[in-house]
């Protein structure tokens, strides 16, 4: 069975400042990762995804992740942040590229001036 | 660019009533989903559904849910008898095919009285 580990549960930063988001994933078999945005009272937003190939994703907003297979991580990066940045970020995993995602329970990102 | 759209985005009723909540996902999806957030937990799978049949569900489907697909352009989540513990964020989603993202609608909050 997959499950999903988002390590902080709030992270604030200052704008401007680098930003890591953390996620660990366990699975038996090849997964499918993905990272969400959820930003207020709106749906969730799909920031990157990794399926297969080179191991760092490049997303939307200036976002990047890495894969990591011995570490079984999958990290969400982005060198400086904005203001408009404030969300909530999830990781997912899947063992196909598409249905079932198993959620993590979310990372709380909170960008101040 | 097509959006998945929910509704309502706010639903009250009392325990024990049946409720529907609607989606109509982006027009040429094929695969559907259900998702719910329990608030301040994690976003939970609970359904997928393609070619008017369920293809996938999470133990949390049980007996007091059901999905349809009405016509073509709606889909459908039922909670029969509803409990305080169904009171969550439900998340409808589609995709072209199992192998591409979801895309999420914006939610609607179930609230049990």
């Known amino acids: 069975a997959q499950s999903v580990t988002q390590l902080d549960s709030q992270v604030p930063v200052f704008e401007e400042a680098p930003v890591e988001l953390r996620c660990n994933y366990s699975s038996s078999v090849s997964v499918y990762l993905f990272w969400y945005v959820q930003y207020p009272n709106q749906g969730l937003q799909l920031l990157l995804k990794?399926?297969?190939?080179?191991?760092l994703v490049k997303g939307i907003n200036g976002f990047e992740a890495e894969f990591n297979k011995s570490q079984t991580s999958f990290h969400l990066r982005k060198p400086s942040v904005h203001i408009s940045d404030t969300a909530e970020y999830f990781c997912?995993?899947?063992?196909?590229?598409?249905?079932?995602?198993?959620f993590g329970k979310g990372t709380s990102l909170l960008v101040t001036p | 660019e097509p959006e998945v759209t929910q509704t309502p985005s706010h639903q009250v009723t009392q325990m024990g009533q049946e409720v529907i909540l609607r989606c109509v996902p982006i027009s040429n999806h094929l695969y559907f989903y259900w998702y719910r957030q329990i608030l301040g937990q994690k976003v939970e799978f609970l359904v997928s559904f393609y070619n008017n049949e369920i293809s996938e569900k999470s133990e949390i489907f049980d007996d007091q849910f059901s999905v349809e697909r009405p016509d073509g352009s709606n889909f459908t989540l039922k909670i029969r008898s509803t409990k305080l513990e169904d009171s969550a964020m439900y998340f409808c989603?589609?995709?072209?095919?199992?192998?591409?993202?979801?895309?999420f609608g914006n939610g609607t909050r179930l609230t049990v009285t």
């Open positions: 997912a995993v899947s063992e196909n590229s598409g249905y079932a995602l198993n």
């Open positions: 990794y399926l297969s190939g080179s191991t």
């Open positions: 989603a589609s995709s072209t095919d199992h192998n591409s993202p979801l895309h």
